[in-house]
C-alpha cells in the first residue's frame, strides 16, 4: 500500500517541480514543429497557500479565556522553545508537502547528551519526506495509529525500517530485526498531518485543467511557427530538391510551367484565432481558481463596489474558507505533536512547563485586515458596555488573531495608564500644596 502511495507521491512532487506530462509531448504532423511548454500552475496555486496560511508562526495561546499569569508565562515559554528549534521553517516545509501531496510527516524526539546546549529546547522536531514514511492505523472504528514507519537505505543498499509504536523502538533490515529497545514517550513519535481526508493536494483535483493549458499553449506557439514556416504549394511546376533550395537562399521564385500549363506558387497556411483560444484557456484558469480556492486578479471592477463585493469578486472569501478548513486538519494533528513535547517538557529537569493538552490553542496568525473600520467599531461598542466582558469583547470583533494577547497586552496597558495618571495627579496635589503654603512668604 505504501509503494502505491510513493508513486503518487513522486508523481505530484515532479508535477510541482515542473516534469509535467506536455514534456513527453509527441506531435504526428511536422513533428519539427513541437512545443512544450509547462505553465506551472500547481506551483503558483502552493506558493499562495503556504504564504497565505502561514504569513506568521503559528503560536500558541491560552485556551483559558481568563486572566492566568501562571499558565500565560509557561505558554510564553512553549514559544520561546518552539523558536529555538525553529519550528515556523519546519511548520512550512511541512504544509508544502501537505499543499503538494496531501500529507505530510513530522518527528518530534528528546535530545540526544550530545545535543543539549543551553536555551534550546529539550527535543528535537523534523519534517519526513511523504515518500519513506508512513503511519499504520488500526482497522477499528477509531482508527488510531499503530506504528510509525521511516524507510531508509544503509551501505549496502537494502531498506532499514525504523518502526516506533507507542512503546518501543524497531530497526528491521530485510526481514529481521537488527534492533529492538523501549521508550518512554508513551506515544508513536511520528505525527502524520493531512490536509483533507481524502488526503488530497490543493492542485491533485485540477489535473486534467493543468495539463490542458499546457496543451492549449504549446498548441498556440505550434500554431504561431507554422504560420511563419508554412509550407509551399507548386502548381504544374518542375521543382527538383536543388532549386528549392536555391530558391529559399536567393529569397526568389523562378518558375516553369510544365507541358505549357499554367504554373503557380502559393504558400500554405491556415492561422490559428488566437481570440477563441484566449477564451478557451481564461475559462479553464478560472475553473482552476475556484476549485482551488485561490483569489482571481484578473477579474473586472466597478466603481461601486464595496469592499466586502470586491473580496467575494475576486475570491478572496473563498480563499479563507479554504484556510479555516485547512486549520482544522492541522490543529487536529499537532495536538498529538503537543502531548509528544509537554511529555518531553514535563521530564526535563531543567524545563518547568506543567501543561495540558486542553490549555493550549493554536493560532494561525494571518494578516486579514478586510472591514477592519467595522470590526474596531464593534470593539469599542462592546468596550463601552459595561454588561460585557472585555476579553469577550478582544475574542468577538474578529480583529486580532490571538485575542487572548491582545487582551492582556491591553489591560497591563490600561493598568500602566492609570498608574501613571494617578502618579501625576499626586504630583500636581503635591506641587499645589507646597504652592499654596508658600504663598504667604511671598506676599510677605
Not at 64 to 90: P, V, Y
Not at 278 to 301: C, E, H, W
Not at 325 to 342: A, P, T, W
Not at 390 to 398: D, R, V
Request: charged letters at 25%; proline letters at 3%; glycine letters at 6%.
Amino acid at each position: 500500500v505504501h509503494a502505491a502511495n510513493a508513486d503518487d507521491i513522486r508523481y505530484l512532487w515532479n508535477y510541482y517541480k515542473g516534469r509535467q506530462p506536455i514534456i513527453n509531448r509527441i506531435k504526428d504532423v511536422r513533428p519539427e514543429i513541437c512545443n512544450r511548454i509547462v505553465e506551472n500552475h500547481a506551483q503558483e496555486c502552493v506558493n499562495f497557500k503556504i504564504g497565505y496560511q502561514l504569513s506568521d508562526p503559528v503560536q500558541y495561546i491560552s485556551r483559558a479565556g481568563k486572566d492566568n499569569e501562571r499558565e500565560s508565562e509557561q505558554i510564553k515559554n512553549l514559544n520561546d522553545l518552539m523558536f529555538a528549534e525553529d519550528k515556523a521553517s519546519s511548520d512550512h516545509d511541512l504544509f508544502e508537502w501537505e499543499c503538494v501531496c496531501g500529507v505530510g510527516y513530522r518527528i518530534v524526539l528528546p535530545d540526544e547528551p550530545e545535543d543539549y546546549e543551553d536555551g534550546t529546547a529539550p527535543f528535537k522536531m523534523h519534517v519526513l519526506d511523504p515518500e519513506n514514511t508512513f503511519v499504520v492505523y488500526s482497522s477499528e472504528y477509531d482508527h488510531r495509529p499503530l506504528c510509525g514507519v521511516y524507510i531508509t537505505k544503509d551501505a549496502l543498499g537494502n531498506a532499514v525500517y525504523s518502526v516506533y509504536t507507542r512503546t518501543e523502538f524497531f530497526k528491521v533490515v530485510g526481514d529481521s530485526i537488527a534492533e529492538q529497545r523501549v521508550h518512554i514517550l508513551g506515544s508513536i513519535p511520528i505525527v502524520e498531518y493531512d490536509l483533507n481526508n481524502a488526503r488530497m493536494g490543493v492542485f491533485e483535483a485540477c489535473l486534467p485543467i493543468l495539463d490542458a493549458m499546457n496543451a492549449i499553449e504549446s498548441n498556440r506557439l505550434d500554431g504561431i511557427e507554422q504560420t511563419v514556416q508554412s509550407l509551399m504549394k507548386f502548381v504544374n511546376c518542375d521543382v527538383t530538391e536543388d532549386d528549392f533550395i536555391s530558391m529559399l537562399q536567393l529569397g526568389a521564385v523562378k518558375v516553369t510551367a510544365v507541358d505549357g500549363m499554367q504554373g503557380d506558387v502559393e504558400i500554405l497556411h491556415n492561422d490559428l484565432d488566437q481570440g477563441q483560444t484566449q477564451v478557451t484557456k481564461d475559462d479553464l484558469y478560472q475553473a482552476f481558481v475556484n476549485i482551488t480556492g485561490m483569489p482571481n486578479r484578473s477579474s473586472g471592477s466597478a466603481s461601486s463596489d464595496t469592499g466586502a463585493a470586491v473580496l467575494l469578486r475576486d475570491g478572496w472569501t473563498l480563499a479563507e474558507s479554504h484556510a479555516k478548513s485547512y486549520e482544522l486538519q492541522f490543529k487536529k494533528s499537532e495536538r498529538d505533536f503537543l502531548r509528544i513535547v509537554l511529555k518531553i517538557c514535563a521530564a526535563a529537569r531543567n524545563e518547568n512547563i506543567n501543561l495540558r493538552v486542553r490549555d493550549i490553542d493554536i493560532a494561525f496568525n494571518r494578516r486579514n485586515y478586510d472591514n477592519i473600520l467595522t470590526k474596531s467599531q464593534v470593539l469599542t461598542t462592546m468596550l463601552a458596555s459595561d454588561k460585557i466582558h472585555p476579553l469577550l469583547a478582544f475574542q468577538a470583533c474578529g480583529l486580532f488573531t490571538d485575542p487572548e494577547a491582545a487582551y492582556l497586552m491591553s489591560a497591563e496597558y490600561l493598568r500602566d495608564q492609570g498608574e501613571k495618571q494617578a502618579s501625576e495627579a499626586a504630583t500636581a496635589a503635591l506641587r499645589g500644596i507646597e504652592s499654596a503654603a508658600g504663598q504667604p512668604e511671598l506676599s510677605a
